[in-house]
């Protein structure tokens, strides 16, 4: 009965790809590898080999064989049984194998390739292996070596399936710690709207999102992205909204927050990872929102249809210890929408690898409207996008915030429904519109002025100014600044003070100028010599007492105001 | 409230050829009010009446339009006259000087009694600034009180 000395390392430790396949630690175990019957009892008696051992079943000790190992190349242009004693090579494998007692080696070599060894001691009879014996030894290894690598690979494959188990499992733990450090619901908070999705590309994703509401009412809103995918990002996450949860029951200011966790998670990050994360608190009461942004997404305001940008400077979280986050602050008025979102929506591709980009998240976000929620319009039109059969990229996810519309508010005799205006806090909202710029529609904006300025009981001459200054302005905005595309509606909000009525009435044609209210030359005009138009403005500067013009480069609006005190004077400008 | 398209009725009065307007003076109404002009002067020499009654709605656009037809009046040496504009509506005929160029009247009777004597409505087209303090119409008690000083 021959005894397989195994001369590489144990199989079950993957070896590093470059190095010399080792072979099966015994062959026979393989199931196809029937070595053990071709051999005669007497012939290979290997039984005894001098190993110093107590262990009966203990075999030789194995040999490591380096892949640039003398012997190796040897091996392969020698195949045949090789005498270990008799072989003259600076080697160390040879010194090894003599060490461990080997007489004889024969190769096992499958398709050109090294695979294993059949080592074999001295005789137990002390006499010297035949020429049978070799022959036979010869015969043997010929036909072991593809058995033996067959088991190699079937054990290969099986380490395999056990590694694709591990990592499943590894998986399944990730996603069960993201889920639970999700939010399970959306805090209810009156007067405000809010909604989430998140959906990793993997099982599971680096974005997180977090909603942490304080004693006195504010709520604090994360959302944040974690480079990496998988358990390591899963983990991050873990540790840094755990960070960003403890910081913000310390910290008021978010700003302070962002630098604290920074410093924390600097110690604790694996290298070359980080987290963008952009953290705001909103006062409920107010719509006061302060915010600070560690190199996240900019999340996008829709105020009146137009879309902007909230800025706030910041390195990513965990990059390096002692950065500063820049604060900023705005007020949320009725009506307006925030959208935090992760780049797994502005950077999904179409199929013709076409990116959605930030601009259309920017352009979306303006057309909405509300007969569906903002969440599913995104999805909607991002699935459009992308079309059927879209393998996402990367996370997407999604929180809004809306501060409802008012409704019109009938002024009570204190004012005390009112809701504030930045700037100054004795501003109330009348109303919001949103006109369809269509001919003829600038009627409905009177209207609906008209009705929301009801209750202030204006004298009908200066309600009919204000109505007749609010369709101009609305007539201006739909043709000029919206070219009388239904799709662009003209957003008009009417607020009042103690002592003036504001409308506010904005469009979209940022490019467009609005040119300086001149006085018309009717003499010009009654000549010919001119186009008899140009009035609309000239009729709103002398129908209010004081018109604003505001623009930016999507937009501008003009504030027509009107003091409740005393009556405008017909004003002429001879 | 939606948009009213105009209407316009041409009507042949002793001395004065009435143009009836309903509905909206806006973009839209262009070619109903200058058909019903070129109607109107087609009927004689007389003065052109425009009863602005029926009408609630006039915008910068409609104010254009009347300017246009002032000045085909002009050009004719035709007398327009406008009557039945609301208060509000003769505040915007002052502020645009409309009122400098056109006789405004109550409604259409005073306009029939008084609109015969042309002779104001020449001297205001001639002297326009100078009338501006003194127009007939303003004479008949129906603009608004203007405060000194604002000019």
């Not at chain 2, 070129?38 to 656009?61: M, R, W």
């Not at chain 2, 119409?137 to 000019?151: E, I, N, S, V, W």
Request: hydrophobic share 40%.
């Amino acid at each position: 009965m021959a005894k397989l000395l195994h001369p590489f390392r144990d199989k079950r430790s993957t070896p590093p790809k470059d190095a010399l396949q080792p072979i099966s630690a015994v062959a026979a175990e393989a199931p196809q590898a029937s070595l053990v019957p071709v051999l005669p009892p007497e012939s290979v008696a290997v039984k005894e080999i001098k190993v110093e051992t107590s262990a009966p079943a203990a075999l030789a000790p194995q040999v490591e064989i380096a892949p640039n190992d003398p012997l190796v190349a040897y091996f392969l242009s020698e195949p045949g049984v090789v005498e270990i004693e008799k072989l003259r090579l600076d080697s160390p494998a040879v010194r090894a194998l003599r060490g461990a007692g080997v007489k004889l080696a024969i190769p096992l070599i499958s398709q050109g390739e090294l695979i294993g060894l059949l080592n074999l001691g001295p005789r137990l009879s002390e006499q010297d292996y035949s020429t049978y014996d070799r022959k036979l030894l010869s015969d043997l290894a010929a036909q072991a070596a593809p058995a033996v690598r067959v088991a190699q690979l079937v054990r290969e494959q099986q380490a395999a399936i056990q590694e694709r188990e591990r990592i499943q499992q590894e998986l399944a733990v990730a996603r069960l710690i993201q889920q639970t450090l999700l939010p399970k619901e959306l805090p209810e908070l009156p007067g405000w709207h809010l909604a989430a999705y998140y959906q990793p590309a993997r099982a599971v994703g680096g974005d997180f999102y977090d909603f942490i509401l304080f004693e006195d009412g504010r709520l604090g809103l994360v959302i944040g992205d974690v480079t990496d995918k998988g358990v390591p990002a899963a983990m991050v996450m873990a540790a840094t909204r755990t960070m960003l949860r403890a910081s913000a029951m310390r910290l008021i200011s978010p700003g302070a927050v962002l630098e604290r966790v920074n410093d924390v998670l600097c110690g604790d990050i694996p290298p070359k990872m980080f987290v963008t994360c952009l953290y705001a608190v909103l006062d409920v009461n107010t719509g006061r929102l302060i915010y600070a942004n560690a190199g996240h997404d900019l999340p996008y305001r829709r105020s009146q249809g137009r879309v902007s940008e909230l800025r706030a400077t910041g390195m990513p979280l965990g990059l390096m210890p002692g950065m500063g986050y820049e604060e900023k602050e705005t007020f949320l008025e009725p009506g307006e929408t925030i959208l935090f979102y992760s780049d797994g929506l502005a950077e999904a591709h179409n199929p013709e690898r076409e990116m959605l980009g930030f601009p259309r998240v920017m352009q979306l976000l303006g057309e909405h409207r509300g007969e569906t929620g903002l969440v599913d319009y995104l999805l909607g039109q991002l699935a459009a996008f992308t079309g059927p059969g879209w393998e996402q990229e990367d996370d997407v996810t999604l929180v809004t915030l809306q501060r409802e519309a008012a409704p019109v508010v009938s002024v009570s005799e204190d004012g005390t429904q009112a809701t504030s205006e930045p700037g100054n806090g004795s501003w109330r909202h009348l109303a919001e519109l949103s006109i369809p710029s269509e001919p003829g529609n600038e009627r409905l904006a009177m209207e609906q002025v008209g009705q929301a300025v009801q209750a202030l009981k204006l004298s009908e001459r200066r309600l009919e100014q204000l109505k007749t200054a609010v369709a101009e302005a609305t007539m201006n905005a739909m043709e000029h600044g919206n070219q009388y595309q239904p799709d662009k509606p003209v957003a008009i909000k009417v607020l009042a003070s103690e002592t003036t009525i504001s409308v506010r009435i904005t469009d979209e044609g940022g490019a467009q100028t609005i040119p300086e209210a001149e006085t018309p030359d009717l003499e010009a005009k009654l000549a010919e010599l001119q186009t008899p138009r140009g009035w609309g403005l000239f009729l709103i500067k002398n129908l209010v007492d004081e018109m604003r013009v505001s623009s930016d480069a999507t937009s501008h609006t003009i504030e027509l105001l009107m003091s409740l005190e005393g009556e405008k004077d017909v004003s002429t400008t001879s | 409230m939606s948009a009213q398209h105009l209407e316009a009725r041409v009507r042949h009065e002793p001395g004065v050829a009435v143009v009836e307007l309903r509905g909206d003076i806006a973009a839209f109404a262009e070619d109903t009010l200058n058909a019903a002009y070129t109607e109107a002067e087609q009927q004689g020499a007389d003065p052109i009446l425009l009863n602005f009654s029926q009408v609630q709605y006039i915008n910068s656009t409609g104010i254009a339009l009347i300017v246009g037809l002032l000045a085909r009046a002009r050009k004719t040496r035709r007398q327009l006259l406008a009557c039945g504009l609301s208060q509000h509506y003769i505040e915007i005929f002052q502020i645009t000087r409309l009122v400098d160029f056109m006789n405004v009247f109550p409604d259409e009777s005073s306009a029939r009694s008084k609109g015969q004597i042309s002779s104001g409505a020449q001297q205001s087209t001639h002297h326009p600034h100078h009338s501006n303090h003194h127009h007939q119409a303003t004479d008949a008690g129906h603009l608004p009180h203007r405060q000194p000083g604002k000019h």
